[in-house]
Structures are given as structure tokens and as C-alpha cells.
């Protein structure tokens, strides 16, 4: 007699004789391929995802001179774009962004924002929504000129600038553009925005985080020619890489944080400074304190009337931001990567030093260390974290954070969990889209929702025990159980959703994570992932490029999964409709079935007799020798003996699945036996292929089943845990304790 191995057929699944298959009445064709949807591939980019071998994208250099009037809240400037046409087209005319246009008084910003009266109001909403602070914002621009300083003619509409050229620009040719430009910066705390200055009325000083300053260029691609859409605000931005050389006129007793590798610190720092920022640069234990909290509370005591200015220098940057101030304390620390030793660096006021000199350049180095792990090492010379109230906002090599002391110098925990998520968060935007230049300004997700799911995994790593913060499935489960009219496909422009947190953040970060966990498995995800990272570093990615990388480096069919969870608002519900048990009578094995006979309807029970509970008695289930001709042309024989003997008395469940929410998704699974031990199983989404309603599926166990739970760590989004466990009535409140404890640990 053949020995079978029993452990393997224990856990063997019944498929194809004992399944049956139904017709869906209403097939969508969810696993029907993306090619359709997805840009066709050439040589620009590739049906693989990666850059082709005719890939190109423009080049735009800058020579910046700026002042900041500390006087009058002011920044005038004068720059030079030295434009590279590496496009195969000539170009007739250059988009430029002038992003502080929209705080202009004929913006269009306001204009289309939606409002309505409540019964009330306080006074800070009221005056910024009824325009009562009378503020004069946008760029003056004060010429334009060639590089012969003969005036060009351009064309300014809303946030975007057209620069006609005399002839056109060829391919493999360069311009040189002048311009000047002034403008008043904004109060952050009466008008928000992503820039501006705050006011601290108790020592009159101020802190400026001053961002989209100058007129850059706007992106011209293989894709979309010229990326000239407005900026209302939500959307962000889509920017051209180049070289920056910028010179920032302050007072002299200003501490500035900028893009880039200070050029001149000699001359702005003092001898004592000057010698701790260069023992920064090896200091790898804890930061070094450039400007002690003394100094800085002595600066802010008396301001200078002499002016000094900071040069920076930033290669392959696609943007530059600064910070000044005569307020900030600096500290600094070197942090060590494999090929790479950048600087963390902290700016803060004496409100936030008890709570930033702890945490701010610490959290720095983790997330360096942690979204170099999963992508390529951090490439720029330094990494600046500034403290700004109540903002969270990235440029490249800068981030303008939120996160304050209490009067006393005191903080919540609270408090501190979201300075490091922000900080963490702000800090991974170098990644995305400031390397992997995704087009923040149509694809919100492709930056937002990608930093949000690193930041997840810098929390998990680093942090365990820290709350969740947004982004994972559990934490998605609300807002998609909302009303379908207020949701929106991740694959929706930010200025049409609803929810941009929920869209833009927490839905596509939920969605790696289902991804990563469920789908694919950590160690496919993470290669693929980081594949993704490396061809599109310095480049400029869309949709397309991530979902069919994620596919060609995985060797994972995804279609379903980009189809559901990014083209459509469809939510995942998982249902245990039903759950039949069935047992093999134990008798003596007779091989040539003289007197076994198969009962007729043992699959099957009517509707009107469904449970929802297991039946308390196994129904009957025979297994029979197969039939000669069965076996076809084969000359070789199952040992039928052996199987019967060996799936006797086996317990087999045959379990009803329905998809309630519409969204395909893997199936896990957790059967409880009778001894309160445990197995759990994941079903692959394929299951859905031919009836994306319905689906049957046997299990085989030695041991009795008494309950059944779908998704129990919570890890698939599904939004209906009620009809998730299995019996339903039997097992009801202990269910809710099951819950309870869960969401507890």
C-alpha cells in the first residue's frame, strides 16, 4: 500500500470536482487588463515602466539673487533661467509658474471655492473668508528680459507666465531668460498657504518660510507638452530639475535654512559657529548645536541694521525654499548611509526647544536611514527640518514643520507623536516627488499617498509604539463606507476631490499596504517598490510607469488591483453567506464499491433550510473509487484504497463567499478548531475571475471547525465585520469582545 503524506492533504483545498462555478448576471470584467486605460508604450517610455532608450526631459538652471525686507515683509529678486530644449520639437514660447499669484485680488482661487453661512462663525474664518485683511498679494513682475537685455514679450494668466522667443527654441539648444520681481509675503495666520511669515508679537520678531518665490519653469514633457494648469491650491506642483545658485540678502543677525550646501558660511557665521558646523559634519552620536538656545534668545533681543548674504548651491534640485530668521536655534547632525553622508539639520525657536531639540534632527536620521532601506540612498548634502506653526510642507532639502511647547516649556505625548509623524512625513517628500519628480499638480497620490505608506513604514520600524496616524487599511474602513456621491478614485486631479486627505494620503497608503501584506507579500513588494524608485530617481514618472513596473519586476498581475482600488470608489465587503459541514462515514474501505453508494444531493440543501449557523451534524460526504474510464488513454491507476482510507473521516467545509462591496480582494481566512487552536489562510484575488459575486471553496481539516473569521487582523479594508465571522448568531457578542480586543493591540 501507497503512504500518503497526511499533514499535506489536511490542508489540501477540494477545487475543481467539489466546487461549482456560477455564472455572474453582472460581470464587470475586473480582472480585465489596464491596457486599454493605460498610455500606449513607445520609445519614451516602455511597456515595462521604465524610462525607453529615447526618454528625455528638460533642464532648467538659476542664478538667484534675493532680499527679504525684515522692515516690510517683502522679497525682490532677480534671476537668471539658463533653459535647456532637450525635447526632439522646437518650442515657440516658455511657461513659467508665478504660484504667488494666487493670493492676486482677481485670483480665481477664492472665486471658485465653495462656502455657505452656519450659524455662526469666529472672527479668524470671517475675516480671511470675507477678504477683510485687504491683503495685495502676487508677483510684480518688473521686466523680462534676453540675454542682451532686450525685452521679451510675455503674457501673464492667473499663476502661469508665457515668455514669447524671438525664434524658436531648437532642440539641443539653450535660452537665458532675466527677470525681476517683487512681492508682499503673506501672514500665515491670517491667511494660511503653503509660505508666508509669522509674527511673534512678544519679542516682534518674525519667522519667514519663503517658497515659491520666483517664477520657475513649469514642466514640459514627452506626455503633456506644456504642464500649464492653474494653481488653485489643492494641486501642487510639477517642476523642471536643474541647478541652483542662490544669494539671500538678510539681516545680518538672521539664521537662514535653505536648499542646498551653505557656499559661504565664513563670512555669516561667527568663528565659534563656523567651528561647530564643521564638527557637524562628523558628528554621528548627537547633533551639535550650531546656535545655542542662549544665542538665540539673546539675538532676537536686538536686530541689526547691517545686511549680510548666504549663498547656496544645489545641483539636480527641482525647486529651492528657504527659511530666516533671527529667532532659530540650529543644531545639526551627520547622518551615515552606505554611499552618502548627509547633514540633518534643525531650525527652531526657544517656543519649540524643549520638544525639537529632542526629537526634530533624531527623527531626520531615521527617516533618511529607513526610506533609503526601501528606495536608493538619500543623494543631497543636507537635510533641513524648520519649525513653522501649524504647517507641514516640503521643497527638496527643506521641510517647514508644525509642533510647539506649551508656555512652560511642556508637552503631550499627543504632541510629540504628531511632530515626529510630520517631521518623518516632510522629510520623505525628498524621496517623493522631490527625486521621483511625480506630477503633484494632476497626481496627488503618486507623492502623497507613496510618502504617506513610507511614512507608515518608518513608524512601524522605528515607533511601534506610537498610534496609527492615517494610512493604513484599518484606519480607511470609514471613509469608504461613506456616501458613494462623496467619494473619488485615487485617479482623480486634486482639485475635484472631496477628501483630498482621505484621497490624496490615507487611501493610496492603504492601498500599498493591502499591496504589500495581502496581495503580493513584503519581500516582492519591497524589490519591485524599490525598482520603481531607482529608474524614475531624477526623472519624471506618471501612473502608468509605477503600475506596470510593480508588475514587470514582480511577475504579479496587478490589473485588478490598480483597476479597483485606484479607477473606481467601490469598497471592500466580504461576506460568509454560508458554511456547510461534511464528513467521510468511517466503514471498512471496499476498493471495487460493491456496497458503498453516493446519496444523491449530499452538496446540496435547500434555501429554505440555509443556516446561519454549522450545521450541528456533519452531512454525509462518500469517496469513491474513480471509474476505468476516467483514466482516459493513461495506463497507471490511482491507489484508490489509499486515498479512501486516507481522507476517512476527514471533516471538509464547504464555504459561500460573497463580494457585498464590489472591490476584488484576496480572501484571508482564520478557521478555529474545537482544541482553540488556529490556522489562517489566504485565498489569492483570482478567486473572483469567473464570478466576482460569488464563490464556493472547500477546505479539509482533521480537526472540527467551530468558527470562521474573514480578514482577522484587519488587513484588507473590509468595511462590514459583521458578516465577517462564521456562525453568525452563536457567536455574536463574542465577536464584538473579538473586535474589541483586536483594535487593542
Not at 486605460?37 to 525607453?52: F, H, I, M, Q, V
Not at 525686507?69 to 514660447?93: C, H, V
Given at each position: 500500500m501507497i503512504h500518503f503524506n497526511k499533514t499535506i492533504l489536511t490542508c489540501f483545498l477540494v477545487?475543481?470536482?467539489?466546487?461549482?462555478?456560477?455564472?455572474?448576471?453582472?460581470?464587470?470584467?475586473?480582472?480585465?487588463?489596464?491596457?486599454?486605460?493605460?498610455?500606449?508604450?513607445?520609445?519614451?517610455?516602455?511597456?515595462?515602466?521604465?524610462?525607453?532608450p529615447k526618454y528625455w526631459q528638460q533642464k532648467a538652471n538659476y542664478d538667484i539673487h534675493v532680499t527679504l525686507d525684515d522692515i516690510n515683509q517683502t522679497i525682490t529678486g532677480e534671476e537668471t533661467i539658463t533653459y535647456f530644449n532637450n525635447s526632439p520639437n522646437a518650442l515657440s514660447y516658455l511657461w513659467l509658474q508665478l504660484d504667488q499669484n494666487i493670493l492676486d485680488e482677481d485670483s480665481a482661487t477664492p472665486k471658485v471655492a465653495l462656502d455657505g453661512l452656519h450659524n455662526s462663525q469666529d472672527t479668524k474664518s470671517a475675516a480671511k473668508n470675507f477678504n477683510l485683511h485687504n491683503f495685495k498679494g502676487g508677483l510684480n513682475i518688473e521686466h523680462v528680459l534676453d540675454e542682451d537685455n532686450s525685452a521679451l514679450k510675455y503674457v501673464i494668466n492667473q499663476t502661469m507666465m508665457r515668455i514669447d522667443l524671438p525664434t524658436p527654441l531648437t532642440s539641443g539648444e539653450s535660452v537665458k531668460v532675466k527677470i525681476k520681481w517683487n512681492y508682499h509675503m503673506a501672514d500665515r495666520m491670517k491667511l494660511a498657504g503653503r509660505n508666508g511669515y509669522e509674527y511673534f508679537p512678544e519679542d516682534d520678531n518674525y519667522i519667514y518660510a519663503v517658497a515659491q518665490f520666483y517664477p520657475r519653469m513649469a514642466v514640459y514633457d514627452d506626455v503633456n507638452g506644456w504642464q500649464n494648469k492653474q494653481y488653485l491650491g489643492a494641486g501642487e506642483f510639477a517642476l523642471t530639475f536643474g541647478d541652483f545658485n542662490v544669494n539671500i540678502t538678510v539681516p545680518s543677525d538672521h539664521i537662514i535654512a535653505a536648499t542646498g550646501e551653505l557656499q559661504n558660511p565664513e563670512k555669516v557665521l561667527s568663528a565659534e559657529q563656523l567651528e561647530r558646523y564643521v564638527a557637524s559634519k562628523k558628528s554621528f552620536d548627537k547633533p551639535v548645536f550650531i546656535v545655542t538656545k542662549d544665542e538665540a534668545v539673546k539675538n532676537e533681543k536686538s536686530k541689526s541694521n547691517r545686511q549680510v548674504t548666504w549663498t547656496f548651491s544645489a545641483k539636480n534640485v527641482r525647486d529651492f525654499a528657504f527659511a530666516s530668521s533671527r529667532k532659530f536655534i540650529w543644531d545639526a547632525q551627520a547622518v551615515k548611509l552606505d554611499s552618502n553622508t548627509p547633514l540633518a539639520m534643525s531650525f527652531y525657536p526657544k517656543e519649540s526647544y524643549?520638544?525639537?531639540?529632542?526629537?526634530?534632527?533624531?527623527?531626520?536620521?531615521?527617516?533618511?536611514?529607513?526610506?533609503?532601506?526601501?528606495?536608493?540612498?538619500?543623494?543631497?548634502?543636507?537635510?533641513?527640518?524648520?519649525?513653522?506653526?501649524?504647517?507641514?510642507?516640503?521643497?527638496?532639502?527643506?521641510?517647514?514643520?508644525?509642533?510647539?511647547?506649551?508656555?512652560?516649556?511642556?508637552?503631550?505625548?499627543w504632541v510629540k507623536f504628531k511632530t515626529i509623524n510630520v517631521i518623518i512625513h516632510e522629510i520623505g517628500?525628498?524621496?517623493?516627488?522631490?527625486?521621483?519628480?511625480?506630477?503633484?499638480?494632476?497626481?496627488?497620490?503618486?507623492?502623497?499617498?507613496?510618502?504617506?505608506?513610507?511614512?507608515?513604514?518608518?513608524?512601524?520600524?522605528?515607533?511601534?509604539?506610537?498610534?496609527?496616524?492615517?494610512?493604513?487599511?484599518?484606519?480607511?474602513?470609514?471613509?469608504?463606507?461613506?456616501?458613494?456621491?462623496?467619494l473619488r478614485p485615487i485617479m482623480t486631479n486634486p482639485e475635484q476631490m472631496v477628501s483630498r486627505g482621505y484621497n490624496a494620503y490615507y487611501l493610496p497608503s492603504a492601498a500599498l499596504n493591502v499591496l504589500r501584506e495581502t496581495v503580493m507579500g513584503p519581500e516582492l513588494f519591497d524589490e519591485a517598490f524599490k525598482e520603481y524608485a531607482k529608474r524614475w530617481a531624477f526623472k519624471h514618472p506618471k501612473p502608468a510607469d509605477f503600475f506596470r513596473t510593480m508588475e514587470d519586476a514582480s511577475a504579479v498581475d496587478l490589473d485588478w488591483f490598480w483597476r479597483g482600488w485606484f479607477f473606481s470608489t467601490e469598497h471592500v465587503d466580504i461576506s460568509i453567506d454560508d458554511v456547510k459541514w461534511y464528513r467521510t462515514p468511517s466503514s471498512t474501505v471496499d476498493v471495487e464499491n460493491k456496497t458503498k453508494k453516493s446519496k444523491k444531493g449530499d452538496l446540496q440543501r435547500s434555501e429554505n433550510n440555509k443556516l446561519l449557523a454549522i450545521n450541528d451534524e456533519p452531512l454525509p460526504f462518500n469517496i469513491k473509487p474513480t471509474p476505468r474510464f476516467h483514466y482516459n488513454e493513461f495506463q497507471s491507476r490511482i491507489d484508490?484504497?489509499?486515498?479512501?482510507?486516507?481522507?476517512?473521516?476527514?471533516?471538509?467545509?464547504?464555504?459561500?463567499?460573497?463580494?457585498?462591496?464590489?472591490?476584488i480582494s484576496p480572501i484571508v481566512i482564520e478557521f478555529i478548531f474545537d482544541d482553540d487552536t488556529k490556522e489562517q489562510q489566504t485565498i489569492p484575488a483570482e478567486i473572483w475571475r469567473l464570478d466576482e459575486n460569488t464563490v464556493k471553496k472547500v477546505f479539509v481539516f482533521d480537526k472540527k471547525v467551530v468558527n470562521v473569521v474573514l480578514d482577522p487582523y484587519f488587513e484588507t479594508a473590509d468595511t462590514d465585520m459583521t458578516n465577517n465571522l462564521y456562525p453568525r448568531k452563536k457567536a455574536e457578542s463574542e465577536f464584538d469582545k473579538f473586535l474589541e480586543k483586536q483594535s487593542e493591540q
Amino acid at each position: 500500500m501507497i503512504h500518503f503524506n497526511k499533514t499535506i492533504l489536511t490542508c489540501f483545498l477540494v477545487t475543481t470536482y467539489f466546487c461549482t462555478v456560477g455564472q455572474s448576471s453582472n460581470w464587470q470584467g475586473k480582472f480585465e487588463q489596464l491596457g486599454k486605460e493605460l498610455p500606449t508604450p513607445n520609445e519614451y517610455r516602455l511597456g515595462s515602466g521604465a524610462p525607453g532608450p529615447k526618454y528625455w526631459q528638460q533642464k532648467a538652471n538659476y542664478d538667484i539673487h534675493v532680499t527679504l525686507d525684515d522692515i516690510n515683509q517683502t522679497i525682490t529678486g532677480e534671476e537668471t533661467i539658463t533653459y535647456f530644449n532637450n525635447s526632439p520639437n522646437a518650442l515657440s514660447y516658455l511657461w513659467l509658474q508665478l504660484d504667488q499669484n494666487i493670493l492676486d485680488e482677481d485670483s480665481a482661487t477664492p472665486k471658485v471655492a465653495l462656502d455657505g453661512l452656519h450659524n455662526s462663525q469666529d472672527t479668524k474664518s470671517a475675516a480671511k473668508n470675507f477678504n477683510l485683511h485687504n491683503f495685495k498679494g502676487g508677483l510684480n513682475i518688473e521686466h523680462v528680459l534676453d540675454e542682451d537685455n532686450s525685452a521679451l514679450k510675455y503674457v501673464i494668466n492667473q499663476t502661469m507666465m508665457r515668455i514669447d522667443l524671438p525664434t524658436p527654441l531648437t532642440s539641443g539648444e539653450s535660452v537665458k531668460v532675466k527677470i525681476k520681481w517683487n512681492y508682499h509675503m503673506a501672514d500665515r495666520m491670517k491667511l494660511a498657504g503653503r509660505n508666508g511669515y509669522e509674527y511673534f508679537p512678544e519679542d516682534d520678531n518674525y519667522i519667514y518660510a519663503v517658497a515659491q518665490f520666483y517664477p520657475r519653469m513649469a514642466v514640459y514633457d514627452d506626455v503633456n507638452g506644456w504642464q500649464n494648469k492653474q494653481y488653485l491650491g489643492a494641486g501642487e506642483f510639477a517642476l523642471t530639475f536643474g541647478d541652483f545658485n542662490v544669494n539671500i540678502t538678510v539681516p545680518s543677525d538672521h539664521i537662514i535654512a535653505a536648499t542646498g550646501e551653505l557656499q559661504n558660511p565664513e563670512k555669516v557665521l561667527s568663528a565659534e559657529q563656523l567651528e561647530r558646523y564643521v564638527a557637524s559634519k562628523k558628528s554621528f552620536d548627537k547633533p551639535v548645536f550650531i546656535v545655542t538656545k542662549d544665542e538665540a534668545v539673546k539675538n532676537e533681543k536686538s536686530k541689526s541694521n547691517r545686511q549680510v548674504t548666504w549663498t547656496f548651491s544645489a545641483k539636480n534640485v527641482r525647486d529651492f525654499a528657504f527659511a530666516s530668521s533671527r529667532k532659530f536655534i540650529w543644531d545639526a547632525q551627520a547622518v551615515k548611509l552606505d554611499s552618502n553622508t548627509p547633514l540633518a539639520m534643525s531650525f527652531y525657536p526657544k517656543e519649540s526647544y524643549t520638544l525639537w531639540s529632542k526629537v526634530s534632527t533624531a527623527t531626520i536620521r531615521t527617516t533618511l536611514e529607513t526610506y533609503s532601506k526601501y528606495t536608493f540612498d538619500y543623494p543631497y548634502p543636507v537635510a533641513n527640518s524648520v519649525n513653522s506653526a501649524d504647517i507641514g510642507m516640503e521643497y527638496p532639502m527643506i521641510c517647514f514643520n508644525y509642533g510647539r511647547t506649551q508656555p512652560d516649556g511642556s508637552y503631550s505625548d499627543w504632541v510629540k507623536f504628531k511632530t515626529i509623524n510630520v517631521i518623518i512625513h516632510e522629510i520623505g517628500h525628498n524621496y517623493f516627488p522631490m527625486i521621483v519628480n511625480s506630477d503633484e499638480r494632476q497626481w496627488a497620490w503618486m507623492d502623497e499617498g507613496i510618502n504617506t505608506f513610507l511614512q507608515n513604514r518608518t513608524r512601524l520600524e522605528n515607533y511601534d509604539y506610537f498610534p496609527n496616524m492615517g494610512g493604513t487599511a484599518i484606519e480607511i474602513v470609514d471613509y469608504m463606507k461613506r456616501d458613494p456621491n462623496l467619494l473619488r478614485p485615487i485617479m482623480t486631479n486634486p482639485e475635484q476631490m472631496v477628501s483630498r486627505g482621505y484621497n490624496a494620503y490615507y487611501l493610496p497608503s492603504a492601498a500599498l499596504n493591502v499591496l504589500r501584506e495581502t496581495v503580493m507579500g513584503p519581500e516582492l513588494f519591497d524589490e519591485a517598490f524599490k525598482e520603481y524608485a531607482k529608474r524614475w530617481a531624477f526623472k519624471h514618472p506618471k501612473p502608468a510607469d509605477f503600475f506596470r513596473t510593480m508588475e514587470d519586476a514582480s511577475a504579479v498581475d496587478l490589473d485588478w488591483f490598480w483597476r479597483g482600488w485606484f479607477f473606481s470608489t467601490e469598497h471592500v465587503d466580504i461576506s460568509i453567506d454560508d458554511v456547510k459541514w461534511y464528513r467521510t462515514p468511517s466503514s471498512t474501505v471496499d476498493v471495487e464499491n460493491k456496497t458503498k453508494k453516493s446519496k444523491k444531493g449530499d452538496l446540496q440543501r435547500s434555501e429554505n433550510n440555509k443556516l446561519l449557523a454549522i450545521n450541528d451534524e456533519p452531512l454525509p460526504f462518500n469517496i469513491k473509487p474513480t471509474p476505468r474510464f476516467h483514466y482516459n488513454e493513461f495506463q497507471s491507476r490511482i491507489d484508490d484504497a489509499a486515498i479512501i482510507e486516507n481522507l476517512e473521516s476527514k471533516n471538509f467545509y464547504e464555504i459561500t463567499f460573497t463580494n457585498q462591496g464590489g472591490l476584488i480582494s484576496p480572501i484571508v481566512i482564520e478557521f478555529i478548531f474545537d482544541d482553540d487552536t488556529k490556522e489562517q489562510q489566504t485565498i489569492p484575488a483570482e478567486i473572483w475571475r469567473l464570478d466576482e459575486n460569488t464563490v464556493k471553496k472547500v477546505f479539509v481539516f482533521d480537526k472540527k471547525v467551530v468558527n470562521v473569521v474573514l480578514d482577522p487582523y484587519f488587513e484588507t479594508a473590509d468595511t462590514d465585520m459583521t458578516n465577517n465571522l462564521y456562525p453568525r448568531k452563536k457567536a455574536e457578542s463574542e465577536f464584538d469582545k473579538f473586535l474589541e480586543k483586536q483594535s487593542e493591540q
